[in-house]
């Protein structure tokens, strides 16, 4: 069965980055489409990208305005989520998930899609 270990959230101040990482295990990610979400105090878990599992990728470009990238590295079964330029704003607690059973081209950011989860990693973005 799958498990998903988020990493790398912290404290950084606006204008940094952070890198985020996916780390899965039990199974092979070759065969998920894998998404990060958020989700900060009294608010809904967003969608902010989906990887395909042919690499292809969607932003939320609303929301990050291009300042968010998502990449995966099959052999060593990780995600991950570049994040430039924080605000404030970007406070939550970031999560990865993923989905088996779609197809090469499959992508969404529609948390009620996924259903293999990890726990979260805190992100701080705070001078």
């Known amino acids: 069965q799958l498990q998903l270990v988020e990493s790398g959230g912290g404290l950084v101040q606006p204008g940094g980055s952070l890198r985020l990482s996916c780390a899965a295990t039990?199974?092979?990610?070759?065969?998920?489409?894998v998404a990060w979400f958020r989700q900060a105090p009294g608010k809904e878990r967003e969608g902010l990208a989906c990887i395909r599992r042919d690499g292809g990728s969607t932003s939320d470009l609303d929301s990050a305005n291009g300042r968010f990238s998502i990449s995966r590295d099959n052999a060593k079964n990780m995600v991950y989520l570049q994040m430039n330029d924080l605000k404030v704003e970007d406070t939550a607690t970031y999560y990865c998930?993923?989905?088996?059973?779609?197809?090469?081209?499959?992508?969404?950011?529609?948390?009620?899609?996924?259903?293999?989860w990890g726990q979260g990693t805190q992100v701080t973005v705070s001078s």
């Open positions: 039990g199974s092979t990610l070759t065969f998920y489409a």
């Open positions: 998930a993923a989905r088996a059973g779609v197809s090469s081209f499959w992508c969404s950011r529609m948390k009620t899609l996924f259903n293999s």
